[in-house]
Structures are given as structure tokens and as C-alpha cells.
């Protein structure tokens, strides 16, 4: 009987990992709700650039690879509700011209070069990396600012070197699977904030047209509609 219930403690050591692992994330979780107004901005302007014409590209390595592809997923595809398709491309996620570029020119240089192929001025690359380390990010964060595009990052704690190569950052505390956890949360959030920004400039139902007040592409308009999807994260 005794050695029946051996797994008991097994059981209680299990629900010590759960619950070290679920406190873990949620400290990383008041991380990203800190970073609220941040999520706004980059939201409010993603949605300007790519309704402009611009586009999004994002990159990560592994894990966070797979957050950027979630994210450009959603923004080609859709969040919540229906709207207009967003131009946005994972720079991993064509693996002929990953496993060509590492071939030719090594790892550290396969986003760099996709950068320079796909990015123009004006466009957003996000980067996604738990150690803020990753080479291959730092080529392609150097790549981008040199084009004139803007880069943020999505990083573990910071300060750290992708931190200091982009043009602004999100870095949140905790170990690597609170941070990889959270920044699946953070894609889901920045989705939130364009979609959110995207529906303050649409026109109400039966609305007039014309005039100040409809024009979104001015300083008002972005400011409005930072302020409106700040609000869904408050």
C-alpha cells in the first residue's frame, strides 16, 4: 500500500513546478502590463505605416521565431474581426532562402540580407529574442537602421545588446519560458492595438465624410487613436 502511494509526492513536487512556473509568468505578465502606453504607440503606429503602404517584417530564432510568425500571421490574416489585410512577412519563414543564405554567406548574415531584400524605408522590423544576443538579430537591426527602417524589439531582461540596436524595446524580466510565454501575449496585445487603432479611424456608420475631423493621417488622428486602443489594455 505504501509503495502505491509513493507517486503522491511525485504529485505534490508537480504542483511545486506548476506553481513555480505559473508565479514565475505572472511576474513577467505585470512586465508587459507596465509596458501598456508602449504597446499602444508601436499599435497606433503599425497601423498608420501599414495602411500607408509600408510593411512589417519580423524575425526571431527558434522559439521566438515562432512568436513572429504568429505575429505576421495574424496581421496578413486577421486578429479578431474582419478587416483589410496588413502587409507582413517573417523573414524565416521561407526556408529555401534561409537554408541558401546560411549556406552562402553563414547564420549570423540570413536576416541582414532579407532585410536588405524586403525592407524600404518606412517599414517596421520587429525582432524577437529571449537573450537580446542573437547575431543574426543584431545584423539585421543594423541592416534595417542603415534602409530607414524603424526596429523594435521584444526581448528578456534588458539592457541588452538588441535592446541598445533598436529604436525602442520591450524587455521583460523573468526566466526564458516566462519570457517566450509573455511575448506570445505581447504579439496578441500589439494585434489588439492595430486592430483597435484601425477601428477608431473607421467612420461610424452613416457619418459624414470630409472635413478636419476624419482626417486620420494627421498628429490628432494618430494621437486619438493611440489614446482609444491605450484603453483596452487599462
Known sequence: ??????????????????????????ATLDA??????????????????LTRGQRLLAAGNGGSAAEAQHLTAELVGRYRGEREPLSAIALHADTSAITALGNDYGYAEVFARSVRAHGRPGDVLVLLSTSGRSENLLA???AARALGLTVWALTGPGP????EAADDAIALPGTTPSVQEAHLVAVHLLCEMVDGTLA???PAPGAKTGGADTTAGNGAGTTGATGAAAELVR
Not at 500500500?1 to 511545486?16: F, I, K, L, Q, Y
Not at 508587459?32 to 505605416?49: M, P, Q
Not at 541588452?160 to 535592446?163: A, G, I, M, R, Y
Open 1 to 26: 500500500m505504501s509503495a502505491a502511494r509513493r507517486p503522491g509526492s511525485t504529485v505534490r513536487g508537480t504542483r511545486e513546478v506548476v506553481s513555480d512556473h505559473l508565479e514565475g509568468l505572472v
Open 32 to 49: 508587459v502590463r507596465a509596458e501598456s502606453d508602449r504597446f499602444a504607440t508601436w499599435g497606433a503606429e503599425l497601423a498608420d505605416r
Open 140 to 142: 539585421a537591426a543594423e
Open 160 to 163: 541588452n545588446p538588441l535592446t
Open 200 to 202: 477608431a479611424r473607421r
